[in-house]
């Protein structure tokens, strides 16, 4: 398979600075065109979200880069892989983590994390930023770790409650603000015309699904240009409404070799 791919990054209307960051990184191995894409939105005073997010983007492109390789070259296995996600999470917790308590603040970064490779997808999830696959409709894959997500989990409030509740930005658990750090994983089937978006949770919070779909849908968005051009659009709608945090997307589409 091959790949289309588009990201839009945006610091939005009330923050001085844009703390989410992002990679998109694709490799041509002996199992096809394999792909790593990551969005991690920080928190912490100014400059520190940023940092955050940052740094721990930087260890998935140097994973990707150094450690990877020889992961593919023994044959890949799919516990290896997440067993290296689960030590880069904790490794960077204790980093993040160390470096909050030595400059007297506290800083923390989300992670969702997504390989494609072999005619499949595996995802990672630490926080609130999101994974959708869209096919003939837009379907969350991964599922929120906030107050929120687990309070209508439990039953105590109702999915139009949880849209607007007081407290549905609290995450229960990010890299290098939580004592312990347990990601979720996510995993399943790639097949030709399957779209993927990954986003912070500014992308998300006031675009219904059905929009989200209208506009990247692969008959709407059928080439890389017009795939940027509906996530910057979808972007301003954000923007429009008055999100007031940063926003970021990614959009991955497979298409079939000839």
């Given at each position: 398979?091959?790949?289309?791919i588009?990201a839009?990054?945006?610091v939005?209307?009330?923050?001085k600075?844009?703390q989410d960051?992002y990679?998109?990184?694709?490799a041509q191995?002996?199992m096809?065109?394999v ?5 991690c939105d920080g928190?912490g ?7 955050a997010?940052?740094t721990?983007i930087?260890?998935f492109?140097?994973w990707f880069?150094k ?9 890949f296995d799919k516990?290896?892989?997440r067993?290296a996600w689960?030590?880069?999470?904790l ?12 400059s007297?603040?506290r800083?923390?970064?989300t992670?969702?994390?997504l390989?494609i490779?072999?005619n ?7 926080g609130?930023s999101r994974a959708y696959l869209?096919?003939t409709?837009?379907?969350l894959l991964?599922?929120?770790?906030t107050f929120v ?10 999915w139009?409650q949880?849209?607007?509740h ?16 347990t ?8 097949y030709?015309d ?7 949770d500014?992308?998300?919070h ?8 209208k506009y990247?849908?692969p008959q709407?968005a059928?080439d890389e240009?017009?795939?940027k051009n ?9 923007k429009q409404r008055?999100?007031v945090?940063n926003?970021?997307?990614?959009v991955i589409r497979t298409?079939?070799?000839g």
């Open positions: 398979m091959d790949l289309l588009a839009h990054s945006d939005g209307i009330k923050k600075v844009n960051s990679l998109i990184k694709v191995t002996n096809g065109k792909c790593l894409s990551v969005i928190m005073g100014l400059s520190k979200g940023e940092l997010s940052a721990v930087r260890v492109e140097n880069e450690d990877f390789p020889a992961m593919m070259a023994k044959g516990e290896e892989l067993l689960d030590n880069i999470v490794e960077q917790n204790q980093v993040l983590a160390a470096y909050a308590a030595k007297g603040t800083m923390g970064t992670i969702v994390a390989l490779i072999n499949e997808y595996f995802i990672m999830n630490v609130d869209l096919d409709q837009l379907s991964t599922k929120d770790q997500q687990y309070e209508l989990d439990e039953g105590h409030i109702t139009e949880a849209q607007n007081p407290q549905r930005n609290v995450l229960l658990q990010c890299v290098g603000a939580s004592d312990v750090v990601p979720d994983y996510y995993q399943g089937p790639v030709p399957s779209t993927f978006v990954m986003c912070s500014g992308f998300c006031v675009l219904p699904l059905e929009e989200i779909f990247l849908n709407t059928r240009q017009t795939m509906n996530a910057v659009a979808l972007t301003e709608l954000n008055m999100e945090d926003i970021s997307v990614i298409v079939q070799r």
